[in-house]
């Protein structure tokens, strides 16, 4: 029974087109995370929600939109898609609100390609 | 602004040696530090952390060392296995913002 699930695996899509990302968790976590991991193989986080309020919003395009319709989900919506948005996104949980030292349960990871 | 970097994007070892892989970081804020470990086409799993107030946790066949001065941390295996081999990802956070920061990993492979 997977933890943290991430739907779809594998995304191929043109430019302009809009996508979106579902994630959702079974343990039962407070917090949940949206992470980049781009071409240099850095993992960046992109959003976090606690209990559905959104708590961080880095620096990513207007064009990413996450929405919580529950603590259990935190989906991810991109419009517009661009080139340089090909990258393998991963969902993640964690117990607490703040990530101090908190440790995060991560999905399998979406693998966007926009061509 | 990479404040956790992982200098060694590979490492090769011998089955039954040590593996140590390296981990810097820049921001003095942060205190709490975690190893996660990533096979293929699966997400990072958690492997050992250690909190700013200590300079080594140890579990089993893994031990990780803090270096605060230095701003250092290392993960060493031992003995190392062949199902060891995956991508290791040294990661810090502050208790003061929620944001983990990730390193750009080290793939250690393990040969029989």
């Known amino acids: 029974d997977t933890a943290v699930s991430q739907t779809p695996k594998y995304l191929v899509t043109q430019m302009g087109n809009d996508k979106s990302i579902k994630c959702e968790q079974n343990?039962?976590?407070?917090?949940m995370y949206w992470y980049k991991q781009d071409s240099k193989k850095f993992l960046k986080i992109m959003f976090s929600?606690?209990?559905?309020?959104?708590?961080i919003n880095e620096t990513v395009p207007n064009r990413f939109s996450p929405k919580s319709p529950d603590k259990a989900h935190l989906n991810l919506h991109i419009n517009s898609l661009e080139l340089g948005d090909s990258a393998v996104y991963f969902c993640?949980?964690?117990?607490?609100?703040?990530?101090?030292?908190?440790?995060?349960?991560f999905g399998a990871g979406s693998r966007l390609t926009v061509l | 602004d990479q404040q956790v970097k992982q200098n060694s994007p590979s490492l090769s070892v011998q089955e039954g040696r040590i593996s140590i892989l390296n981990c810097d970081y820049t921001?003095?804020?942060?205190?709490?530090f975690l190893w996660y470990k990533k096979y293929p086409a699966e997400g990072p799993t958690f492997l050992i952390s250690?909190?700013?107030?200590?300079d080594k946790n140890e579990d089993g066949r893994f031990t990780v060392f803090l270096n605060k001065s230095a701003k250092h941390l290392s993960l060493h295996i031992v003995p190392s296995q062949p199902g060891d081999s995956a991508v290791y990802f040294c990661?810090?956070?502050?208790?003061?913002?929620?944001?983990?920061?990730f390193g750009a990993g080290t793939r250690l492979t393990v040969k029989p």
């Open positions: 990661a810090a956070s502050a208790a003061n913002n929620n944001d983990m920061r």
């Open positions: 921001n003095s804020m942060f205190d709490y």
């Open positions: 929600y606690n209990n559905k309020e959104l708590i």
């Open positions: 343990l039962g976590h407070d917090t």
């Open positions: 250690i909190s700013s107030i200590k």
């Open positions: 993640a949980s964690s117990r607490f609100k703040w990530v101090g030292a908190n440790v995060l349960t």
